[in-house]
């Protein structure tokens, strides 16, 4: 079990979790208290996209594999936009992520960006979740998703999601 403490703690769950050659990274991890992220986007390596699966690795079998649990506390600050990524990268199918509040602010910078905040491929179970999304849309063609660019397979139970949504010029 890995405790979830600090924010640091949080961007560095893939670290944690033993990511390999093909984006995958498990483990059980539970958090302690709230976290607030201020800005920062969790779980990013640089230089990876996350959306593009291989014909060997399916995109809805890498990523996170393992259990996280909020244990109800809340992820707080946390702004995506400008390149793609989410705080989980994506969810593989034996993926859960339950008893958590996420509150987001969604921005888009960069043309044909999909900008997600849980992840950007999910296939595994969302449970007991309430995600609250502040959603800022700019110009140029991208997609938006508070949860997933991408859903397949997945199962959600007893997820609430608020959406503010208010158009930006530009």
């Keep these: 079990t890995k405790y979830i403490e600090t924010v640091d703690d949080l961007a560095n769950m893939m670290i944690y979790g033993g990511i390999d050659a093909n984006l995958n990274y498990g483990g059980y991890f539970v958090m302690t208290n709230n976290i607030e992220v201020n800005g920062v986007l969790a779980n990013r390596v640089s230089g990876v996209n996350y959306t593009d699966g291989t014909p060997s690795v399916p995109a809805m079998n890498k990523g996170f594999t393992g259990i996280f649990d909020g244990q109800g506390y809340t992820i707080s600050g946390v702004v ?11 969810v593989a199918s034996s993926g859960v992520v339950k008893n958590v509040a996420i509150i987001a602010t969604m921005t888009q910078v960069n ?3 999909q900008v997600v905040v849980l992840a950007n491929e999910f296939s ?8 609250e999304v502040d959603f800022a849309a700019g110009s140029g063609a991208a997609w938006y998703s508070p949860v997933a660019g991408q859903s397949t397979g997945s199962k959600f139970t007893d997820v609430v999601i608020k959406l503010d949504s208010r158009a930006q010029n530009g």
Excluded at 80 to 90: D, L, M, R
Excluded at 124 to 131: F, K, Q, R, V
């Design 111 to 113: 043309e044909n960006t």
């Design 80 to 90: 995506v936009g400008k390149q793609s990524g989410a705080i989980f990268g994506n």
């Design 124 to 131: 595994g179970a969302l449970t007991n979740a309430y995600i």
